[in-house]
């Protein structure tokens, strides 16, 4: 038996299925493929993805991959409490 709980979220999801079908259905997506440059080796300070990435924002990504490793780190540490003691 469905209860109303489980209604209302098969409901929910329903839902966002549909609008995000609709807001695909209504893009103007590209027909012919276009080449991105991941890097420039050529010239340091070139139009290339992983040029501006790193030298514009070195600290920020170097910030972030920190944050997410110690988020990592407290999720297993969370994970492995059983019944407020750590350990197996």
Known sequence: ????????????????FLVL???FVGVPWPTTQHE???VNTTSPSGNAIANRLFDSYAIALILIGIILAAAMVGGVYLAKMEGGKLGP
């Open 1 to 16: 038996m469905i209860n109303q709980r489980q209604a209302l979220a098969v409901a929910a999801v329903a839902t966002l």
């Open 21 to 23: 079908a609709v807001s």
């Open 36 to 38: 991105i440059p991941v």
